[in-house]
């Protein structure tokens, strides 16, 4: 098996580890007084026709991140003169997904690897293309997706600013030299998951595997590992100037932000609008938008408006 085929396979077996995560790690940001989706005409509406007067809804998961997404997509439409109707903090992927696909809501803010792991689970896709390709296939002919952004929220090794300039260090490859002098951190189930696929896929082995769970990114920053596993869109990257390292052999599995549509109600001017976003959209724009929201507690909805006129969106 080639190291890529290999890589997809393994990323495959733990889908379900990275659905809880995107899907359902959601509680940071619950819903703000009942479900957003029980009004008369939720249930069961058959989605809204394109064209002049129609309503875009868009949705949101129940957690911070996608709640911003979804404010970026809302209000990148209403630039447009898109009617919009928001719906955010609903839930997981099982209810969202649902809701699409009967027209309750129109867009939502969704990851592409996940997505595709939630719809077939055995898919060794791995790289962007491939999933969307795998995508395509997989949703049903009402559904679709629009252009994927480059900004990823998924699993990285990350190290220290200091690390990585002293080593050189960029991508999980340049850690071939380093990694039998280096302890490695991450989630308790981060060893048994990852150690294997690293050793065959990149040939590294590293000196110890730490628990350091939540702490992961303070112990890389204290030197206590000088590896460890982070989501790429965390704020503490910036708020601690760590380094994500590249992933070239997609160990961890594409996780692009991508606008989920009912096709039915994206008229040519909603596609534009919200695929212009994705255009400017990247890993590092949107981790600095989470700090704002994460650590700041600034409004998803300003830190939203705020970047839409930065990129010329709003």
């Known amino acids: 098996m080639s190291n890529s085929s290999r890589a997809g396979a393994v990323r495959r077996a733990l889908t379900a580890a990275t659905l809880a995560s995107l899907a359902l790690g959601a509680a940071a940001c619950g819903s703000s007084g009942g479900d957003p989706l029980a009004s008369p005409s939720s249930a069961g509406a058959a989605a809204p026709a394109p064209g002049s007067g129609s309503t875009v809804v868009v949705g949101s998961?129940?957690?911070?991140?996608?709640?911003?997404?979804?404010?970026?997509?809302?209000?990148?439409?209403?630039?447009?003169?898109?009617?919009?109707?928001?719906?955010?903090?609903?839930?997981?992927?099982?209810?969202?997904?649902?809701?699409?696909?009967?027209?309750?809501?129109?867009?939502?803010?969704?990851?592409?690897?996940?997505?595709?792991?939630?719809?077939?689970?055995?898919?060794?896709?791995?790289?962007?293309?491939?999933?969307?390709?795998?995508?395509?296939?997989?949703?049903?002919?009402?559904?679709?997706?629009?252009?994927?952004?480059?900004?990823?929220?998924?699993?990285?090794?990350?190290?220290?600013?200091?690390?990585?300039?002293?080593?050189?260090?960029?991508?999980?490859?340049?850690?071939?030299?380093?990694?039998?002098?280096?302890?490695?951190?991450?989630?308790?189930?981060?060893?048994?998951r990852r150690e294997a696929q690293f050793k065959d896929v990149y040939g590294l082995t590293f000196k110890e595997w730490k628990p350091t769970g939540e702490t992961t990114a303070n112990a890389i920053k204290d030197g206590t590992i000088q590896v460890g596993n982070v989501f790429t869109t965390d704020p503490k990257i910036l708020q601690l100037k760590l380094v994500p390292l590249a992933d070239p052999k997609n160990v961890f599995g594409a996780q692009n932000v991508t606008p989920l549509v009912n096709k039915a109600g994206v008229d040519a001017t909603a596609t534009a609008a919200l695929n212009a976003v994705s255009a400017k959209l990247d890993t590092a724009g949107l981790t600095a938008l989470m700090k704002r929201v994460a650590i700041d507690k600034e409004d998803p909805s300003v830190v939203a408006k705020d970047w839409l006129k930065s990129n010329g969106l709003g």
């Open 61 to 192: 998961a129940n957690f911070p991140e996608n709640v911003l997404l979804g404010s970026i997509y809302s209000q990148a439409l209403k630039a447009k003169g898109v009617k919009v109707e928001e719906k955010f903090n609903i839930g997981s992927r099982e209810v969202l997904y649902g809701q699409v696909q009967n027209g309750s809501l129109t867009v939502l803010p969704e990851y592409n690897g996940a997505l595709l792991g939630y719809l077939d689970a055995k898919s060794t896709a791995a790289s962007k293309d491939e999933v969307n390709a795998a995508l395509a296939k997989a949703l049903p002919a009402s559904l679709g997706i629009l252009d994927s952004s480059p900004a990823e929220d998924k699993d990285s090794l990350t190290v220290s600013q200091e690390t990585a300039d002293k080593f050189g260090l960029k991508s999980v490859s340049d850690l071939a030299a380093q990694a039998a002098n280096s302890v490695i951190g991450g989630p308790p189930e981060f060893k048994s």
